[in-house]
């Protein structure tokens, strides 16, 4: 799930609601989307590149 930040507090009030585990996996910053995991850099990608993986990834799975 993808959600600004003004809408943060707000989802994550809604997941708790619903007994449904929720967590900041990371978080999009100007061009690309950055991955910590214990306060490391696990991944860092470009919106460029981040919209070339998913749009093959999605040609692949539907042609089968």
Same mark, same amino acid.
Request: proline share 3%; net charge positive; with cysteine.
């Given at each position: 799930?993808? /959600? %600004?930040?003004?809408?943060?507090?707000?989802?994550?009030?809604?997941?708790?609601?619903?007994?449904?585990?929720?967590?900041?996996?990371?978080?999009?910053?100007?061009?690309?989307?950055?991955?910590?995991?214990?306060?490391?850099?696990?991944? %860092?990608?470009?919106?460029?590149?981040?919209?070339? /993986?998913? %749009?093959?990834?999605?040609?692949?799975?539907?042609?089968?």
């Amino acid at each position: 799930v993808t /959600v %600004s930040p003004s809408h943060l507090e707000e989802l994550m009030a809604l997941a708790k609601r619903q007994d449904c585990p929720a967590f900041v996996l990371g978080e999009v910053k100007g061009k690309g989307l950055s991955l910590e995991i214990g306060g490391r850099r696990r991944c %860092s990608l470009s919106v460029e590149e981040m919209a070339r /993986v998913w %749009s093959e990834g999605l040609r692949r799975w539907v042609s089968g």
